[in-house]
């Protein structure tokens, strides 16, 4: 199973640009690898997901090294809209084709004025 | 407009009865998925099922039931074998597969008093 490592919290102040890293040794050949953001009280959305090398789009970039071990969630110029818990995942298969959607305890990021 | 949709929002129980949580998707995804969160936690997969009339258990499947008569339709029973009930509850839906884009409703708190 690919597991994910990620830093509790993290701070920063608006305008800042943000870089969250995600360490997963394990994954596998045909992981991706997907971030979420999620505010209190409401389900996880979608940010970006990537295979290799550099995935960007309306929100953020997504940076994957060559040996896919890790990958770094960038957030460019923060604002206070953006503290929210960040999380990091990796597509699980098992044997017989499930999909098994794993999340870690995620990453805290607070934005300060 | 497509979305996945949980009801109630709010949900208040007596302690030793059983409650079911509603989940409805019109994606026409094949994945659901079940998540229970803590305050200040992660997500911790209660169950997951790839296709109807099939579903697997997650890291905390006891003290709850789930099935999936209808694509569009993931039903969670809370029931009073659940020792901690109390709890914020999403439903997730993806297309299937190697598929790690979700689709997360708003989610349901659940207080059993």
């Known amino acids: 199973l690919a597991k994910t490592t990620q830093p509790i919290s993290m701070d920063s102040y608006e305008g800042q640009e943000v870089n969250i890293t995600c360490s997963h040794n394990?994954?596998?050949?045909?992981?991706?690898i997907t971030w979420y953001q999620q505010f209190p009280s409401q389900g996880p959305r979608f940010i970006i997901q990537g295979y290799k090398t550099k995935v960007t789009n309306e929100v953020a970039s997504l940076f994957i090294p060559a040996d896919r071990k890790s990958s770094t969630l960038s957030l460019p110029r923060v604002s206070l809209s953006d503290t929210a818990v960040y999380y990091c995942?990796?597509?699980?298969?098992?044997?017989?084709?499930?999909?098994?959607?794993?999340f870690g305890a995620g990453t805290r990021l607070a934005v300060h004025p | 407009d497509g979305g996945i949709t949980q009801s109630p929002k709010y949900l208040f129980r007596k302690e030793g009865q059983n409650v079911t949580l509603s989940c409805e998707q019109n994606?026409?995804?094949?994945?659901m998925y079940w998540y229970r969160q803590d305050p200040g936690q992660g997500l911790r997969l209660i169950y997951y099922?790839?296709?109807?009339?099939?579903?697997q258990k997650g890291d905390i499947a006891e003290g709850y039931s789930v099935s999936r008569e209808k694509k569009e339709s993931f039903p969670l029973t809370v029931t009073s074998a659940q020792k901690n009930p109390t709890a914020f509850y999403l439903c997730?839906?993806?297309?299937?597969?190697?598929?790690?884009?979700?689709?997360f409703g708003q989610g349901t708190r659940l207080t059993v008093v």
């Open positions: 394990n994954i596998a050949t045909n992981d991706y």
């Open positions: 099922s790839q296709i109807v009339n099939d579903f």
């Open positions: 997730a839906s993806s297309i299937g597969v190697g598929d790690t884009e979700a689709f």
């Open positions: 994606l026409n995804h094949d994945a």
């Open positions: 995942l990796v597509g699980d298969m098992f044997s017989g084709g499930y999909n098994k959607l794993i």
